[in-house]
């Protein structure tokens, strides 16, 4: 394992453990790397290493538990392209949370890491990704309706899992995965709306870069009794408004290589936005806690 592999396995299992390190920034450039200051050392110097591309997929990895593919297999099928209707309004309806609306207000949010204030630049209701994770201050969500906004770069930059990555983590630790997939090829359970590292959406619904994009996800918590899993946790996505899951169970919590067991702890938890070093916009997200059955 290189070292940035080791640092994306810090990122989601920090994420999964709540007491999250600092996710890696993103792979470095030629330009990042250069030292304008200085003059050539050497009459010919060598100019900068590029860096290798991001891997579109593994077959060194476990398999998933039903035996058909690795985890982040890159020869699982990519799923088709479907191109979605038109972004439509989504205001939060009358008994909803309202966790990012039009102003600044970031009350409802908190760093992951040392549950300081939020320190992601946030504009008229645009809440931009910056260095480490965020999660609501609320930490014992179960069963809801949750509505997200997201918009990745414009200007592309990077490939597969190195281009728009971010993720909404459900009850902490079970992430959809944001990202770049317009044009974009990673593995197909790494791709934008995806159970990471479990289920590829059915089809790919994005938007291209820049645009804005909706996830619409009705989520039910994992059930225990006691320490035993009785059970999974369950999660429908709509992405711009094409369903990519249809009440499909999390084999356990997120993780990269890895599906980690349940926890008791997963029962409940926070909704989380992930840093992985690439500038993501989010906007009008809310949530409507569900009851469950009586
Ligand atoms: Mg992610």
Redesign the pocket.
Known sequence: MNAKSLLVVAC?ASAAAVAVAQPFDGPRTAANDAEPQQPPARPNPQPPPTPPPAPTGYQDTPMQPNGKWHIHDGTRPQPIVVKPGAMQPAPPPADAIVLLGAGTDLSKWQMTQGGGAVGWPIADGVLSSGRGMIRTKQDDFTDYQLHVEFATPSEVKGDS?GRG???VFLNAVF?I???DSFNNKTYPD?QASAM?GQFPPMVNASRGPGEWQSYDIVFSAPRFSGTTLEKPAMVTVLHNGVAVHNQRAFWGPTAHKAIPPYEPSNAKGFIGL?D?GNPVRFRNIWIRPLKADE
């Open positions: 989601f899992q990555n971010s993720g992430e995965q944001v990202l790494g990471y992930q992985h």
